[in-house]
Structures are given as structure tokens and as C-alpha cells.
């Protein structure tokens, strides 16, 4: 697993298990709080196809955290307000990068991407049910 794909796959992991794992790590570990989670507005960018620019189509609100783990940096952010969840995910974050527990937070991931691909599955099935066959007109 790359440690870039580890905070999106995370946040789709169940919640109680990331925070027990993170805990795990938290009393085995020396963790140093960076940056407590803090609440942060993103300006999201559009591609505009028609003229090939960009516009902004708004805010998103997101949390983000930063940790040292054993001394190495651990970083999170996630959407919403959610800083419990953002400091667990900079935790094993930065626990990952420090050889701590990878194979749990891998396998912690990969149930994250699992869920990701059953969500995305079920949407193109319904995308794919509105399909108009033209050429049957």
C-alpha cells in the first residue's frame, strides 16, 4: 500500500477500529502533536472544458493534523468536521512511515478501499440503468 493512498482509504475504514488501532500506536509510540486538528476551508477548482480554464465552484470544510510518531511526521485531513478522526489518520500516518504497525493499517486500508469499490459499484449500476440506447429511437 502506498502511504499516499493510506488517508483516503482510511477515512472509508470503519471509525472505531481506526480510532482503537490509533490508541494501539498512541500508547506504544511517542507521538508529538504538530498541529491540533483544526477546522479549514478548500476552495475546490473546476475545469472549465469550454474555454480550458479554471473557476472556483466553492468551499469544502475540512480538518486537518500533523504528528510525530517516533519522530516522523504524520499527516491527515478529512472533510467535514471531524478532528478525532483526523488525528487518528495523521497517527497512523505517521506510524506507517515509521514502521509501526504497517501491516495493520494496511490491512485497516484496504477494508477502506473495499468499501470504496463496493460504493462505486453500486453508482455505476444506477448510472448505468438511466443508459438511453439511442440507435433502439
Known amino acids: 500500500m502506498e502511504r499516499e493512498q493510506l488517508n483516503y482509504f482510511l477515512q ?4 472505531l477500529q481506526v480510532s482503537a488501532l490509533s490508541e494501539k500506536i498512541g500508547s506504544e509510540a511517542a507521538i508529538e502533536l504538530i498541529q ?3 477546522s479549514q476551508t ?4 473546476v475545469h472549465d472544458p469550454i474555454n480550458r480554464g479554471t473557476f472556483i465552484s466553492g468551499e469544502v470544510l475540512v480538518v486537518s493534523s500533523i504528528v510525530r510518531v517516533n519522530g516522523v511526521n504524520g499527516w491527515a485531513m478529512v472533510m467535514d468536521d471531524n478532528p478525532r478522526l483526523a488525528g ?3 497517527i497512523l500516518d505517521g506510524a506507517y512511515a515509521a514502521g509501526i504497525r504497517t501491516m495493520e493499517i494496511a490491512a485497516l486500508a484496504e477494508q477502506g478501499k473495499v468499501a470504496i469499490d463496493r460504493e462505486n459499484r453500486k453508482m455505476n449500476a444506477r448510472v448505468n440503468s438511466t443508459r438511453v440506447a439511442f440507435d433502439l429511437l
Open 12 to 15: 472509508q475504514a470503519p471509525a
Open 36 to 38: 491540533k486538528p483544526t
Open 42 to 45: 478548500l476552495l475546490v477548482p
Open 88 to 90: 487518528s489518520l495523521a
